[in-house]
């Protein structure tokens, strides 16, 4: 039995996805905000940012794992090698630089060396987790496409 019915055409549909998808990035983006900003205090734990990190990796796991069970990718890239360069190397400056002026302002100064390991530590990283799920992604869309056409 069912306690609710779905009224909504195509067109509203689509413009809540839109707005829920919006809303997701829109909550995602404040967590990180929140996480730089208590970062920026000197005695601040892991306690401190714990309910922020959780919301942030389950959202993140959430929708990386539904995206590749789906058999989908983000509709203005195109899972392939130089789209995982691009932004494994966006990740690789971007992560060690928050945490570089995160540790400079603590500490007043900052190793460049840990700084270039880290660099390549998330290059790689990302790297190969966009290579493998861009990888398991386009293997479930093929695989789905194929069920569709063999469908009468």
Same mark, same amino acid.
């Given at each position: 039995?069912? !306690?609710?019915? !779905?009224?909504?055409?195509?067109?509203?549909?689509?413009?809540?996805?839109?707005?829920? &998808?919006?809303?997701?990035?829109?909550?995602?983006?404040? +967590?990180?905000?929140?996480?730089?900003?208590?970062?920026?205090?000197?005695?601040?734990?892991?306690? $401190?940012?714990?309910?922020? +990190?959780?919301?942030?990796?389950?959202?993140?796991?959430?929708?990386?794992?539904? &995206?590749?069970?789906?058999?989908?990718?983000?509709? &203005?890239?195109?899972? &392939?090698?130089?789209? #995982?360069?691009? #932004?494994?190397?966006?990740?690789?400056?971007?992560?060690?630089?928050?945490?570089?002026?995160?540790?400079?302002?603590?500490?007043?100064?900052? $190793?460049?060396?840990? +700084?270039?390991? $880290?660099?390549?530590?998330?290059?790689?990283?990302?790297?190969?987790?966009?290579?493998?799920?861009?990888? +398991?992604?386009?293997?479930?869309?093929?695989?789905?496409?194929?069920?569709?056409?063999?469908?009468?």
């Amino acid at each position: 039995m069912k !306690f609710f019915r !779905f009224c909504a055409d195509e067109r509203q549909e689509q413009e809540l996805s839109k707005l829920e &998808s919006r809303g997701f990035w829109i909550m995602m983006g404040a +967590l990180m905000i929140g996480l730089f900003v208590k970062g920026l205090s000197p005695d601040v734990s892991l306690y $401190n940012v714990a309910g922020e +990190l959780f919301a942030l990796a389950a959202g993140a796991l959430f929708v990386g794992i539904g &995206s590749v069970v789906k058999g989908h990718w983000p509709l &203005s890239l195109k899972p &392939s090698f130089r789209t #995982y360069c691009i #932004y494994s190397l966006a990740a690789a400056v971007t992560v060690p630089a928050i945490g570089g002026v995160l540790i400079y302002i603590r500490h007043a100064s900052v $190793n460049i060396t840990a +700084l270039l390991f $880290n660099m390549v530590l998330v290059f790689a990283f990302c790297f190969i987790f966009s290579l493998v799920t861009g990888a +398991l992604t386009k293997k479930r869309s093929a695989k789905l496409e194929l069920e569709c056409r063999d469908k009468p």
